[in-house]
């Protein structure tokens, strides 16, 4: 399986109350250039978008967030999940994430988290939540004893701080919300959203622009 951190530099993370958005939000992020896409299940209508993206916007590769149990794990997948994401994991969790047979990112926060799925053959991992757990300057404290470990941050990551985070060598992407303001996809404002998605796909691994 390819992995989350290598499909996009950044990852936006979507809350969407209204499934009908789901579909031009999708395509102006794509033509934006972001291709993956995080619909976290925080509302009832997450399900339903991911299923419309899926369906109408083959050009994307749309993801489940914020899953946390295996029900959610199988529901997911069955509307057309391509990878998911965790805030945090347990071994139930991590069991169904690695049977559904797409990418996955369980989410950690402590060094002791990471040991652990290490343990368990998971390399690749949510950093959450990225600021308040310490940000950069911890995700570079890991990178000495914890170097086989990749990480996408996310939580408190913004335009400014983005490159920062993306120049750490264990850092593969980050995910954030800055291209997707609520204020822009409450009005339909895709060609705002398709700017903003523009300038976060002009960074790439290593803080620089492509």
């Known amino acids: 399986m390819i992995s989350v951190l290598?499909?996009?530099?950044?990852?936006?993370?979507?809350?969407l109350p209204d499934a009908s958005v789901a579909v031009p939000l999708a395509r102006a992020l794509v033509a934006g250039g972001l291709p993956a896409?995080?619909?976290?299940?925080?509302?009832?209508?997450?399900?339903?978008?991911?299923?419309?993206?899926?369906?109408?916007?083959?050009?994307?590769?749309?993801?489940?967030?914020?899953?946390?149990?295996?029900?959610?794990?199988?529901?997911?997948?069955?509307?057309?999940a391509r990878f998911l994401v965790s805030p945090g994991w347990t071994q139930a969790l991590l069991?169904?994430?690695?049977?559904s047979g797409v990418p996955f990112l369980p989410g950690v926060s402590t060094a002791s988290e990471v040991v652990a799925l290490l343990e368990r053959g998971v390399r690749d991992m949510k950093f959450f939540p990225a600021r308040a757990a310490g940000g950069t300057e911890y995700l570079r404290s890991l990178a000495g004893p914890l170097p086989q470990a990749r990480f996408c941050p996310t939580g408190g990551i913004g335009p400014a701080t983005a490159p920062e985070y993306l120049a750490l060598p264990n850092v593969g992407?980050?995910?954030?919300?800055?291209?997707?303001?609520?204020?822009?996809?409450?009005?339909?404002?895709?060609?705002?959203?398709?700017?903003?998605a523009r300038g976060?796909?002009?960074?790439?691994?290593?803080g620089t622009c492509r």
């Open 173 to 196: 992407c980050v995910g954030g919300s800055w291209m997707v303001p609520a204020d822009a996809v409450a009005e339909r404002d895709w060609a705002r959203i398709e700017t903003l």
């Open 95 to 99: 069991d169904a994430m690695r049977g």
């Open 37 to 80: 896409i995080e619909v976290t299940l925080r509302t009832p209508a997450a399900l339903e978008a991911i299923r419309a993206i899926a369906d109408e916007v083959p050009q994307a590769v749309v993801g489940a967030g914020t899953v946390i149990t295996p029900e959610q794990v199988d529901a997911c997948v069955a509307a057309g």
């Open 200 to 206: 976060a796909a002009g960074l790439s691994a290593g």
């Open 6 to 15: 290598d499909l996009s530099p950044v990852v936006p993370v979507v809350v």
